[in-house]
Protein backbone atom coordinates (compact mmCIF):
# COMPACT_ATOMS: atom_id res chain seq x y z
CA UNK A 1 0.00 0.00 0.00
CA UNK A 2 1.36 3.63 -0.80
CA UNK A 3 1.94 5.13 2.16
CA UNK A 4 2.70 8.56 0.96
CA UNK A 5 2.64 10.89 4.35
CA UNK A 6 -0.99 12.74 5.66
CA UNK A 7 -1.62 16.08 3.79
CA UNK A 8 -2.63 18.79 5.97
CA UNK A 9 -5.19 21.17 5.21
CA UNK A 10 -7.09 23.90 6.66
CA UNK A 11 -10.71 23.06 6.18
CA UNK A 12 -13.36 24.74 5.03
CA UNK A 13 -17.32 24.83 5.85
CA UNK A 14 -19.77 22.57 3.89
CA UNK A 15 -22.48 24.16 2.07
CA UNK A 16 -24.93 22.13 -0.05
CA UNK A 17 -28.10 23.54 -1.05
CA UNK A 18 -31.05 21.61 -1.19
CA UNK A 19 -29.50 18.55 -0.20
CA UNK A 20 -31.28 15.71 2.22
CA UNK A 21 -30.15 15.27 6.44
CA UNK A 22 -30.59 11.89 7.54
CA UNK A 23 -29.80 12.15 11.43
CA UNK A 24 -29.09 8.84 13.20
CA UNK A 25 -28.70 8.53 17.29
CA UNK A 26 -25.15 9.59 17.86
CA UNK A 27 -22.73 7.74 19.74
CA UNK A 28 -19.39 9.12 21.08
CA UNK A 29 -16.71 9.16 18.24
CA UNK A 30 -13.27 7.17 19.05
CA UNK A 31 -10.39 9.75 19.34
CA UNK A 32 -8.48 8.07 16.66
CA UNK A 33 -11.43 9.08 14.17
CA UNK A 34 -11.39 12.49 12.44
CA UNK A 35 -13.74 15.08 12.44
CA UNK A 36 -13.60 16.76 9.01
CA UNK A 37 -15.88 19.43 6.76
CA UNK A 38 -15.65 19.37 2.92
CA UNK A 39 -15.07 22.24 0.75
CA UNK A 40 -18.03 24.14 -0.69
CA UNK A 41 -19.64 22.07 -3.14
CA UNK A 42 -22.57 23.20 -5.56
CA UNK A 43 -25.64 20.70 -5.87
CA UNK A 44 -25.20 21.45 -9.61
CA UNK A 45 -21.95 19.90 -9.92
CA UNK A 46 -22.94 16.51 -8.52
CA UNK A 47 -25.70 16.34 -11.13
CA UNK A 48 -23.66 17.23 -13.96
CA UNK A 49 -21.90 14.21 -12.96
CA UNK A 50 -24.72 12.24 -13.27
CA UNK A 51 -26.46 14.05 -16.40
CA UNK A 52 -26.02 10.84 -18.16
CA UNK A 53 -28.34 8.86 -16.25
CA UNK A 54 -31.07 11.14 -15.28
CA UNK A 55 -33.53 10.14 -18.03
CA UNK A 56 -36.95 9.41 -18.08
CA UNK A 57 -37.07 5.75 -20.02
CA UNK A 58 -33.72 4.32 -19.52
CA UNK A 59 -32.19 2.60 -16.28
CA UNK A 60 -29.66 4.47 -14.13
CA UNK A 61 -28.07 4.81 -10.72
CA UNK A 62 -28.65 5.55 -6.87
CA UNK A 63 -26.05 7.56 -5.28
CA UNK A 64 -24.88 9.25 -2.04
CA UNK A 65 -22.47 11.18 -0.26
CA UNK A 66 -21.74 10.92 3.48
CA UNK A 67 -19.98 13.42 6.10
CA UNK A 68 -18.79 11.94 9.37
CA UNK A 69 -21.55 9.16 8.85
CA UNK A 70 -24.15 11.52 7.73
CA UNK A 71 -26.06 12.06 4.02
CA UNK A 72 -25.08 15.10 2.68
CA UNK A 73 -26.58 14.62 -0.69
CA UNK A 74 -28.73 11.26 -1.87
CA UNK A 75 -30.13 10.68 -5.39
CA UNK A 76 -31.40 8.51 -8.23
CA UNK A 77 -31.41 9.06 -11.31
CA UNK A 78 -33.26 6.89 -14.29
CA UNK A 79 -35.80 3.80 -13.59
CA UNK A 80 -35.66 1.18 -11.71
CA UNK A 81 -38.14 -0.96 -12.94
CA UNK A 82 -39.03 -0.29 -17.12
CA UNK A 83 -42.10 -2.47 -17.47
CA UNK A 84 -43.62 0.01 -15.08
CA UNK A 85 -41.93 2.70 -15.24
CA UNK A 86 -40.78 3.33 -11.55
CA UNK A 87 -37.86 6.17 -10.71
CA UNK A 88 -34.97 5.12 -8.57
CA UNK A 89 -35.27 6.64 -5.55
CA UNK A 90 -32.88 6.71 -1.95
CA UNK A 91 -35.44 3.70 -1.18
CA UNK A 92 -35.19 1.60 -4.16
CA UNK A 93 -33.68 -1.64 -3.67
CA UNK A 94 -30.44 -2.92 -5.47
CA UNK A 95 -28.65 -6.21 -6.20
CA UNK A 96 -25.09 -5.03 -4.24
CA UNK A 97 -23.06 -7.55 -6.00
CA UNK A 98 -19.64 -7.60 -4.19
CA UNK A 99 -20.24 -5.18 -1.71
CA UNK A 100 -21.89 -7.77 -0.60
CA UNK A 101 -18.39 -9.58 0.94
CA UNK A 102 -18.01 -6.60 3.40
CA UNK A 103 -21.40 -7.97 5.32
CA UNK A 104 -19.86 -11.50 4.60
CA UNK A 105 -16.48 -10.76 6.35
CA UNK A 106 -18.45 -9.07 9.07
CA UNK A 107 -20.81 -12.03 10.02
CA UNK A 108 -17.55 -14.87 9.74
CA UNK A 109 -15.43 -12.23 11.46
CA UNK A 110 -17.68 -12.18 14.33
CA UNK A 111 -17.45 -15.04 14.86
CA UNK A 112 -13.53 -14.96 14.75
CA UNK A 113 -13.61 -12.43 17.71
CA UNK A 114 -16.05 -14.53 19.48
CA UNK A 115 -13.15 -17.49 19.14
CA UNK A 116 -16.02 -20.01 17.71
CA UNK A 117 -13.82 -19.39 14.63
CA UNK A 118 -9.76 -19.75 14.15
CA UNK A 119 -8.77 -18.06 11.42
CA UNK A 120 -5.17 -20.27 11.61
CA UNK A 121 -7.28 -22.99 11.67
CA UNK A 122 -7.78 -24.91 8.19
CA UNK A 123 -10.97 -25.04 6.52
CA UNK A 124 -11.55 -29.11 6.89
CA UNK A 125 -11.85 -28.22 10.84
CA UNK A 126 -15.65 -27.29 10.36
CA UNK A 127 -16.49 -28.45 7.05
CA UNK A 128 -17.16 -31.99 6.69
CA UNK A 129 -16.16 -33.90 3.41
CA UNK A 130 -13.52 -30.82 2.89
CA UNK A 131 -11.59 -32.17 -0.37
CA UNK A 132 -8.48 -33.12 0.29
CA UNK A 133 -7.00 -31.28 -2.56
CA UNK A 134 -8.00 -28.39 -0.47
CA UNK A 135 -6.94 -29.28 2.82
CA UNK A 136 -4.14 -27.02 3.50
CA UNK A 137 -6.03 -23.92 2.80
CA UNK A 138 -7.00 -22.02 6.04
CA UNK A 139 -9.72 -19.45 7.48
CA UNK A 140 -7.88 -16.66 7.17
CA UNK A 141 -6.99 -17.35 3.50
CA UNK A 142 -10.84 -17.01 2.59
CA UNK A 143 -11.05 -13.52 3.87
CA UNK A 144 -8.07 -12.14 1.26
CA UNK A 145 -8.47 -14.56 -1.38
CA UNK A 146 -4.89 -15.96 -0.59
CA UNK A 147 -6.55 -19.30 -0.79
CA UNK A 148 -5.91 -20.48 -4.15
CA UNK A 149 -9.93 -22.09 -4.30
CA UNK A 150 -10.51 -21.51 -8.23
CA UNK A 151 -13.50 -19.43 -8.54
CA UNK A 152 -16.71 -20.55 -8.71
CA UNK A 153 -18.64 -19.21 -11.33
CA UNK A 154 -15.49 -19.93 -13.33
CA UNK A 155 -16.19 -23.81 -12.72
CA UNK A 156 -20.09 -23.17 -13.19
CA UNK A 157 -18.90 -21.96 -16.70
CA UNK A 158 -16.85 -25.08 -17.42
CA UNK A 159 -19.27 -27.42 -15.98
CA UNK A 160 -21.93 -25.86 -18.11
CA UNK A 161 -24.00 -24.57 -14.50
CA UNK A 162 -25.76 -21.89 -15.51
CA UNK A 163 -26.49 -18.91 -12.74
CA UNK A 164 -29.98 -18.72 -13.61
CA UNK A 165 -30.61 -22.40 -12.07
CA UNK A 166 -32.24 -22.87 -8.92
CA UNK A 167 -29.02 -23.51 -6.62
CA UNK A 168 -29.07 -22.81 -2.43
CA UNK A 169 -25.97 -22.58 -0.26
CA UNK A 170 -25.44 -25.62 -0.04
CA UNK A 171 -25.88 -26.51 -4.02
CA UNK A 172 -23.05 -24.02 -4.84
CA UNK A 173 -20.55 -25.20 -2.20
CA UNK A 174 -20.56 -28.53 -4.24
CA UNK A 175 -19.51 -26.89 -6.75
CA UNK A 176 -16.78 -25.44 -4.67
CA UNK A 177 -15.82 -28.91 -4.09
CA UNK A 178 -15.24 -30.20 -7.98
CA UNK A 179 -12.03 -27.18 -8.56
CA UNK A 180 -10.18 -30.80 -8.25
CA UNK A 181 -6.62 -28.71 -7.49
CA UNK A 182 -5.89 -25.15 -5.72
CA UNK A 183 -4.27 -22.91 -8.32
CA UNK A 184 -1.17 -22.18 -5.68
CA UNK A 185 -0.21 -22.76 -2.63
CA UNK A 186 -2.21 -21.22 0.21
CA UNK A 187 -0.92 -18.20 1.26
CA UNK A 188 1.41 -17.44 -1.32
CA UNK A 189 -0.46 -15.39 -3.97
CA UNK A 190 -3.22 -13.18 -4.22
CA UNK A 191 -6.33 -14.16 -6.67
CA UNK A 192 -10.29 -12.56 -6.39
CA UNK A 193 -12.10 -15.59 -5.93
CA UNK A 194 -15.96 -16.18 -5.01
CA UNK A 195 -15.39 -19.22 -4.01
CA UNK A 196 -13.43 -18.03 -0.42
CA UNK A 197 -17.00 -16.06 0.12
CA UNK A 198 -18.81 -18.46 -0.60
CA UNK A 199 -17.24 -20.91 1.88
CA UNK A 200 -17.24 -18.90 4.82
CA UNK A 201 -20.75 -18.17 4.54
CA UNK A 202 -21.30 -22.07 4.78
CA UNK A 203 -18.76 -21.82 7.71
CA UNK A 204 -21.00 -19.29 9.74
CA UNK A 205 -24.21 -22.11 8.26
CA UNK A 206 -22.15 -24.70 10.32
CA UNK A 207 -21.24 -22.80 13.25
CA UNK A 208 -24.35 -21.09 14.33
CA UNK A 209 -26.19 -23.68 12.89
CA UNK A 210 -28.42 -20.82 11.65
CA UNK A 211 -29.24 -19.77 8.18
CA UNK A 212 -26.65 -17.23 7.31
CA UNK A 213 -29.07 -14.81 6.17
CA UNK A 214 -30.40 -15.25 10.11
CA UNK A 215 -27.92 -14.82 11.17
CA UNK A 216 -26.93 -11.62 9.53
CA UNK A 217 -30.15 -10.11 10.13
CA UNK A 218 -30.61 -10.92 14.17
CA UNK A 219 -26.42 -9.87 14.78
CA UNK A 220 -26.48 -7.07 12.48
CA UNK A 221 -28.93 -5.86 10.37
CA UNK A 222 -31.54 -5.67 12.68
CA UNK A 223 -30.05 -4.12 15.81
CA UNK A 224 -28.41 -1.78 13.54
CA UNK A 225 -31.66 -0.80 11.79
CA UNK A 226 -30.74 -1.93 8.10
CA UNK A 227 -34.63 -3.15 7.40
CA UNK A 228 -34.93 -2.88 3.97
CA UNK A 229 -31.20 -4.87 3.51
CA UNK A 230 -31.00 -9.01 3.40
CA UNK A 231 -29.28 -11.92 1.93
CA UNK A 232 -31.11 -13.15 -0.95
CA UNK A 233 -31.69 -17.21 -0.24
CA UNK A 234 -34.87 -17.07 -0.77
CA UNK A 235 -36.26 -16.82 -4.74
CA UNK A 236 -39.85 -16.01 -3.61
CA UNK A 237 -39.04 -13.48 -0.94
CA UNK A 238 -40.98 -10.34 -2.02
CA UNK A 239 -38.54 -6.95 -2.36
CA UNK A 240 -40.42 -4.08 -1.95
CA UNK A 241 -39.14 -1.25 -4.42
CA UNK A 242 -36.82 -3.51 -6.19
CA UNK A 243 -34.99 -2.26 -8.85
CA UNK A 244 -34.16 -4.48 -12.02
CA UNK A 245 -31.19 -4.40 -14.21
CA UNK A 246 -30.75 -3.82 -17.84
CA UNK A 247 -28.10 -4.41 -20.42
CA UNK A 248 -28.38 -1.72 -23.78
CA UNK A 249 -29.89 -3.41 -26.73
CA UNK A 250 -29.34 -1.18 -29.41
CA UNK A 251 -31.63 1.94 -28.86
CA UNK A 252 -33.45 -0.14 -26.44
CA UNK A 253 -32.26 -2.14 -23.23
CA UNK A 254 -32.73 -6.11 -22.22
CA UNK A 255 -33.69 -7.38 -18.77
CA UNK A 256 -30.42 -9.21 -17.62
CA UNK A 257 -32.10 -9.60 -13.71
CA UNK A 258 -32.25 -13.67 -12.92
CA UNK A 259 -34.96 -13.84 -10.93
CA UNK A 260 -34.08 -17.67 -10.29
CA UNK A 261 -30.65 -16.73 -8.30
CA UNK A 262 -30.64 -17.16 -4.53
CA UNK A 263 -26.41 -17.51 -4.32
CA UNK A 264 -25.11 -15.53 -0.67
CA UNK A 265 -21.86 -15.04 0.16
CA UNK A 266 -19.45 -13.36 -2.08
CA UNK A 267 -23.01 -11.55 -3.38
CA UNK A 268 -26.77 -11.93 -2.81
CA UNK A 269 -27.37 -8.84 -0.43
CA UNK A 270 -30.07 -6.15 -1.28
CA UNK A 271 -30.27 -2.82 0.51
CA UNK A 272 -31.18 0.94 -0.30
CA UNK A 273 -29.41 4.37 -0.16
CA UNK A 274 -31.53 5.19 3.16
CA UNK A 275 -30.15 1.60 4.57
CA UNK A 276 -26.74 2.17 3.78
CA UNK A 277 -26.42 5.40 5.44
CA UNK A 278 -26.92 3.32 8.83
CA UNK A 279 -23.81 1.03 7.90
CA UNK A 280 -21.96 4.16 7.57
CA UNK A 281 -22.53 5.60 10.75
CA UNK A 282 -21.82 2.15 12.30
CA UNK A 283 -18.00 2.52 10.20
CA UNK A 284 -17.99 6.05 11.17
CA UNK A 285 -18.72 4.81 14.67
CA UNK A 286 -21.45 7.70 15.11
CA UNK A 287 -24.29 5.19 15.50
CA UNK A 288 -26.09 3.46 18.30
CA UNK A 289 -27.84 0.28 17.95
CA UNK A 290 -29.64 -2.26 20.02
CA UNK A 291 -29.02 -6.06 20.47
CA UNK A 292 -26.56 -8.08 18.35
CA UNK A 293 -23.26 -7.30 18.02
CA UNK A 294 -21.29 -5.31 20.92
CA UNK A 295 -19.56 -2.18 20.57
CA UNK A 296 -15.95 -3.42 21.58
CA UNK A 297 -16.56 -6.14 19.21
CA UNK A 298 -17.39 -3.35 16.97
CA UNK A 299 -14.87 -1.52 17.59
CA UNK A 300 -12.71 -4.90 17.32
CA UNK A 301 -14.48 -6.27 13.82
CA UNK A 302 -13.83 -3.25 12.01
CA UNK A 303 -9.86 -3.02 12.78
CA UNK A 304 -9.95 -6.36 11.69
CA UNK A 305 -11.13 -5.59 8.24
CA UNK A 306 -8.96 -2.83 7.67
CA UNK A 307 -6.22 -4.46 8.53
CA UNK A 308 -4.34 -5.75 5.52
CA UNK A 309 -3.24 -8.70 4.73
CA UNK A 310 0.05 -11.07 3.66
CA UNK A 311 0.78 -13.13 0.88
CA UNK A 312 3.95 -14.55 -0.13
CA UNK A 313 5.85 -12.14 2.56
CA UNK A 314 4.38 -9.06 0.52
CA UNK A 315 1.63 -6.71 2.21
CA UNK A 316 -1.36 -6.98 0.23
CA UNK A 317 -3.85 -4.25 -0.63
CA UNK A 318 -7.00 -6.54 0.97
CA UNK A 319 -8.60 -7.10 4.56
CA UNK A 320 -11.44 -9.01 5.29
CA UNK A 321 -14.55 -7.21 2.19
CA UNK A 322 -12.20 -4.42 1.99
CA UNK A 323 -9.97 -2.60 -0.51
CA UNK A 324 -7.49 -0.40 0.68
CA UNK A 325 -6.12 1.68 -1.94
CA UNK A 326 -4.31 5.02 -1.48
CA UNK A 327 -6.55 7.43 -3.75
CA UNK A 328 -4.29 11.22 -4.52
CA UNK A 329 -2.32 10.70 -1.26
CA UNK A 330 -5.78 9.69 0.99
CA UNK A 331 -6.47 6.25 2.70
CA UNK A 332 -9.26 4.99 0.75
CA UNK A 333 -11.24 1.70 1.91
CA UNK A 334 -14.40 0.31 -0.36
CA UNK A 335 -15.22 -2.78 -2.87
CA UNK A 336 -17.35 -2.46 -5.85
CA UNK A 337 -18.99 -5.20 -8.29
CA UNK A 338 -20.48 -6.47 -10.74
CA UNK A 339 -23.06 -9.37 -11.72
CA UNK A 340 -26.30 -9.58 -13.44
CA UNK A 341 -26.24 -6.09 -15.29
CA UNK A 342 -26.14 -4.42 -11.63
CA UNK A 343 -22.68 -2.30 -10.83
CA UNK A 344 -21.76 -0.52 -7.67
CA UNK A 345 -19.16 0.69 -5.49
CA UNK A 346 -19.11 1.55 -2.22
CA UNK A 347 -15.60 3.81 -1.12
CA UNK A 348 -14.60 5.65 2.52
CA UNK A 349 -12.01 7.92 3.00
CA UNK A 350 -11.51 7.95 6.36
CA UNK A 351 -8.97 10.10 7.05
CA UNK A 352 -11.72 13.00 5.78
CA UNK A 353 -14.98 11.28 7.28
CA UNK A 354 -16.19 11.48 3.62
CA UNK A 355 -17.45 8.10 1.76
CA UNK A 356 -20.37 7.32 -1.08
CA UNK A 357 -21.92 4.79 -2.40
CA UNK A 358 -22.95 4.29 -6.14
CA UNK A 359 -25.60 1.45 -7.14
CA UNK A 360 -26.12 1.14 -10.95
CA UNK A 361 -28.87 -1.38 -12.55
CA UNK A 362 -27.41 -1.02 -16.11
CA UNK A 363 -24.35 -3.04 -17.66
CA UNK A 364 -22.79 -0.45 -18.95
CA UNK A 365 -22.63 1.97 -16.00
CA UNK A 366 -18.83 2.80 -14.27
CA UNK A 367 -19.52 3.20 -10.29
CA UNK A 368 -16.05 3.68 -9.76
CA UNK A 369 -15.64 6.49 -11.56
CA UNK A 370 -18.35 8.09 -10.81
CA UNK A 371 -17.68 7.63 -7.13
CA UNK A 372 -14.02 8.95 -7.88
CA UNK A 373 -16.12 11.99 -9.85
CA UNK A 374 -17.63 12.69 -6.40
CA UNK A 375 -14.29 12.42 -4.47
CA UNK A 376 -13.12 14.90 -6.56
CA UNK A 377 -15.65 17.24 -5.54
CA UNK A 378 -15.97 16.84 -2.35
CA UNK A 379 -12.36 16.41 -1.08
CA UNK A 380 -10.57 18.98 -3.44
CA UNK A 381 -8.64 20.86 -1.24
CA UNK A 382 -6.45 17.50 0.16
CA UNK A 383 -6.16 16.09 -3.63
CA UNK A 384 -4.71 19.53 -4.99
CA UNK A 385 -2.35 20.01 -2.05
CA UNK A 386 -1.24 16.48 -2.50
CA UNK A 387 -0.65 16.96 -6.07
CA UNK A 388 0.76 20.82 -6.13
CA UNK A 389 4.04 19.56 -5.32
CA UNK A 390 4.05 17.82 -9.07
CA UNK A 391 3.00 20.82 -10.83
CA UNK A 392 5.69 22.68 -12.96
CA UNK A 393 7.68 22.32 -16.63
CA UNK A 394 9.99 19.18 -17.36
CA UNK A 395 12.52 19.74 -19.33
CA UNK A 396 14.30 16.81 -21.33
CA UNK A 397 18.09 17.84 -22.46
CA UNK A 398 18.48 15.08 -24.33
CA UNK A 399 15.65 15.15 -26.23
CA UNK A 400 15.23 19.07 -26.21
CA UNK A 401 11.48 18.46 -25.45
CA UNK A 402 9.28 19.71 -22.32
CA UNK A 403 6.66 18.39 -19.81
CA UNK A 404 3.95 20.70 -18.16
CA UNK A 405 1.85 19.22 -15.70
CA UNK A 406 -1.14 21.40 -13.95
CA UNK A 407 -3.68 20.50 -11.23
CA UNK A 408 -7.10 20.46 -13.33
CA UNK A 409 -10.27 19.34 -11.42
CA UNK A 410 -8.45 17.75 -8.53
CA UNK A 411 -6.29 15.66 -11.27
CA UNK A 412 -2.81 15.67 -12.69
CA UNK A 413 -2.82 16.98 -16.11
CA UNK A 414 -0.19 16.50 -18.59
CA UNK A 415 -0.27 19.74 -21.36
CA UNK A 416 1.48 19.25 -24.73
CA UNK A 417 1.06 19.23 -28.13
CA UNK A 418 1.30 16.16 -28.73
CA UNK A 419 0.10 12.84 -27.64
CA UNK A 420 -0.45 11.56 -25.28
CA UNK A 421 -1.78 15.03 -23.14
CA UNK A 422 -4.38 14.90 -20.60
CA UNK A 423 -5.06 13.08 -16.89
CA UNK A 424 -2.06 11.45 -15.22
CA UNK A 425 -2.91 8.66 -12.82
CA UNK A 426 -0.74 7.93 -9.78
CA UNK A 427 -0.75 3.70 -10.21
CA UNK A 428 1.43 3.58 -6.35
CA UNK A 429 4.54 2.81 -5.32
CA UNK A 430 5.81 5.80 -6.68
CA UNK A 431 4.51 4.94 -10.57
CA UNK A 432 2.29 7.24 -12.94
CA UNK A 433 0.93 6.72 -15.91
CA UNK A 434 -0.21 9.01 -18.99
CA UNK A 435 -1.51 7.41 -21.90
CA UNK A 436 1.04 5.13 -23.37
CA UNK A 437 3.95 6.95 -20.79
CA UNK A 438 5.34 5.63 -17.45
CA UNK A 439 6.43 8.41 -15.35
CA UNK A 440 8.29 8.11 -11.89
CA UNK A 441 9.56 11.45 -10.08
CA UNK A 442 12.80 12.30 -8.57
CA UNK A 443 13.16 14.37 -5.38
CA UNK A 444 15.84 15.96 -3.83
CA UNK A 445 17.10 15.31 0.01
CA UNK A 446 14.40 17.05 0.92
CA UNK A 447 11.57 15.40 -0.65
CA UNK A 448 11.34 18.53 -2.88
CA UNK A 449 10.48 16.94 -6.46
CA UNK A 450 12.84 18.17 -8.67
CA UNK A 451 12.67 16.03 -11.99
CA UNK A 452 11.20 12.88 -13.06
CA UNK A 453 11.99 9.89 -15.50
CA UNK A 454 9.79 9.15 -18.95
CA UNK A 455 9.59 5.47 -19.96
CA UNK A 456 7.72 4.43 -22.99
CA UNK A 457 7.39 0.85 -25.14
CA UNK A 458 11.55 -0.02 -25.78
CA UNK A 459 12.75 3.45 -24.22
CA UNK A 460 13.17 4.18 -20.58
CA UNK A 461 14.29 6.25 -17.76
CA UNK A 462 14.32 9.22 -20.27
CA UNK A 463 15.69 12.30 -17.51
CA UNK A 464 13.75 15.54 -17.39
CA UNK A 465 14.82 18.42 -14.74
CA UNK A 466 12.19 20.54 -13.32
CA UNK A 467 12.55 24.19 -14.66
CA UNK A 468 9.52 26.02 -12.94
CA UNK A 469 7.01 24.90 -10.24
Request: hydrophobic share 35%; glycine share 8%; proline share 3%.
Amino acid sequence: MNTAKLISVITVSFILTGCMTVSSNAAPKPETEKETKSPIVNRSEIEDIFKNYDQENAPGCATAVYQNGETTFSKGYGIANLDYNIPISDSTSFYMASISKQMTAAAAGLLVIRGELDVEATVSTYIDEWPEWASEVKVKHLFNHTSGLPDIYGLMSIYGISTSNVMDLDDYMEVVKMGEELMFKPGSEYAYSNSGYTTLAHLVENITQDKFSQFVDEELLTPLGMNSTHFHDDRHRVIPNRAMSYQKNGDNFRQTYLGNFQGVGPGGLYSTLKDWQRWESFWNGTLQWNGGITAEEAIELKQMMVTPSMAGGKKLTYGMGVHMDTVKGALMNGHGGSFMGFNTDYRRYPEYGVSMVTLCNRADANPQELNQQLADLFLKEYFEAYLSPFEGTYRSEELLTEFTLTIEGSNLKLNRRLSPNGYVTENGDGEWSAGSLDMEFKRNGTGEVIGLYISASRVRDIEFHRISE
